[in-house]
């Protein structure tokens, strides 16, 4: 047996079987919820590399596969990584039905994923490059539906994505000519403003993320939260893949100078931005640039404990972006549009989804006694004691997305509670109850889940 094919060839094939039947909805979802729990079973169960014995055989899982001249290579300490991502994916696709996604988005979502994978596996590892064009020419459909007519946030998208692939090759020619000459002093420039702009595309740095509320406003809320949370956590971790790769790279104090002003003018530029906005999908944007702010000031600070809060925002983050995206799917999907003039006293009809948003906004702005709240305490603690400025700027970025949420509460209930008949489905309002009662109850007791976020540490250092 042999680990990527398990767990990215397998993934891509059972997609390509899922878009062929993806008229039997119903079918669909339970296939693809069953085989990524499966997956995450067997990432769990299964040692990589080391001979395990099943009924008396013994049997031994190969991290290596040689595809087309590279290698992809998953190995041991992959295991938290492919757990996590599966699982992400199962409890996304599991409630894709009531969030009614449309039927490509379970095919093209798993094989986003399981292309993703193989870009954080593959050796030589610039050619994850071309891996990660690869899955978002296939997440087009996760924006722009079939049968629809693309709008100018996927055609930005798609540009601002593509133009960071030939980014990231030219930064692979010019760190292999800095390993042919290790005098030269032009290279390693030449390689840091290859990978900075290539990066800055694909993580929508600022000013790089225009596209994002554009697409934000056009899109199903949740096939496009499913893509916009799984792409920046890729972009992350391939990041820190990158700067453990390339030594002199990690040696220059320059980049942790850069990932801290990065980080901080995202979050303070997309906090000023949401204070303005009157539309759900457009904050949602701005929320997500402030999670992917918030994950670069934590690798700025390049120290055991900022990586263990890097780890620790990943869980807060997914879970709060799959309440959002379901409780505003189900408005959307009710009759309710996603400005503020037509969510006006939505809770009154909407009473799951309004507070499913509103939870979930606010743990993503880092209320306190919610999910998203104990890893950013943690790193603006941290930061404080080395960059006072920048803690402070950080934290005045949270409070415009924090500010905007509390304008979003006032326009879900509208001071008025009146006797209407609810719209939401019984499962629906059990699902969103669910997600209300995880995040309140992560905030109360963070160690509850958190230490198993940090599994994933090794898997992120790993060259």
């Not at 059972?14 to 729990?37: D, N, P, Q, S, T």
């Not at 326009?411 to 059990?430: D, K, N, S």
Request: hydrophobic content about 60%.
């Amino acid at each position: 047996m042999n680990a990527p094919l398990i767990w990215i060839l397998f993934p891509l094939f059972f997609a390509f079987i899922l878009w062929l039947v993806r008229w039997r909805e119903g079918w669909v979802m339970r296939l693809g919820v069953v085989l990524c729990l499966l997956l995450a079973l067997l990432a769990w169960l299964l040692p990589i590399g080391t001979g395990f014995r099943v009924f008396g055989n013994r049997w031994e899982i190969e991290p290596t596969l040689a595809l087309a001249g590279r290698q992809l290579v998953v190995q041991n300490n992959d295991r938290p990584l492919l757990i996590f991502v599966y699982l992400i994916a199962a409890f996304w696709f599991g409630g894709s039905r009531e969030a009614r996604a449309h039927r490509f988005m379970i095919p093209y979502g798993l094989a986003v994923a399981a292309l993703l994978l193989a870009a954080l596996s593959v050796q030589p590892f610039l050619y994850a490059a071309l891996l990660v064009e690869l899955a978002v020419l296939l997440s087009i459909p996760l924006v722009a539906p079939p049968g629809k007519p693309v709008g100018t946030g996927a055609l930005r998208y798609l540009i601002f994505q593509t133009f960071a692939m030939p980014f990231i090759l030219l930064a692979g020619w010019a760190l292999s000519a800095v390993e042919a000459n290790p005098a030269n002093t032009f290279f390693p420039l030449l390689a840091q403003i290859f990978l900075g702009v290539g990066f800055a595309l694909w993580l929508a740095v600022f000013p790089f993320y225009a596209w994002m509320p554009l697409v934000a406003e056009e899109a199903d809320p949740y096939p496009l939260g499913y893509l916009l949370m799984l792409l920046p956590t890729t972009f992350l971790l391939l990041g820190v893949r990158y700067i453990n790769a390339v030594a002199w790279l990690k040696d220059l104090s320059a980049l942790w100078e850069v990932l801290r002003l990065t980080g901080v003018v995202m979050i303070l530029t997309a906090g000023g931005w949401a204070v303005f906005q009157r539309h759900l999908g457009r904050l949602f944007a701005y929320a997500v640039t402030i999670e992917t702010g918030t994950s670069l000031l934590a690798l700025s600070l390049n120290t055991p404990q900022s990586m263990e809060t890097f780890a620790m925002l990943f869980l807060p983050r997914v879970l709060a972006l799959a309440l959002w995206a379901l409780s505003a799917s189900v408005m959307r999907s009710g009759g309710k549009g996603l400005r503020f003039e037509d969510l006006d006293r939505a809770a009154e009809t909407f009473p799951f989804a309004s507070a499913g948003l509103a939870t979930a906004y606010l743990s993503l702005a880092g209320l306190p006694l919610l999910a998203g709240f104990p890893a950013r305490f943690l790193l603006l603690e941290e930061l404080a004691t080395r960059a006072p400025l920048s803690a402070v700027l950080a934290l005045a970025g949270t409070g415009g997305l924090l500010l905007s949420g509390f304008r979003v509460l006032a326009v879900l209930t509208g001071g008025y509670f009146g006797p209407r008949e609810p719209r939401e489905t019984p499962f629906q309002a059990i699902l969103i109850s669910v997600g209300v009662v995880v995040l309140i109850l992560l905030g109360f007791l963070p160690r509850l889940l958190f230490p198993a976020m940090l599994g994933l540490v090794p898997a992120i250092l790993m060259p």
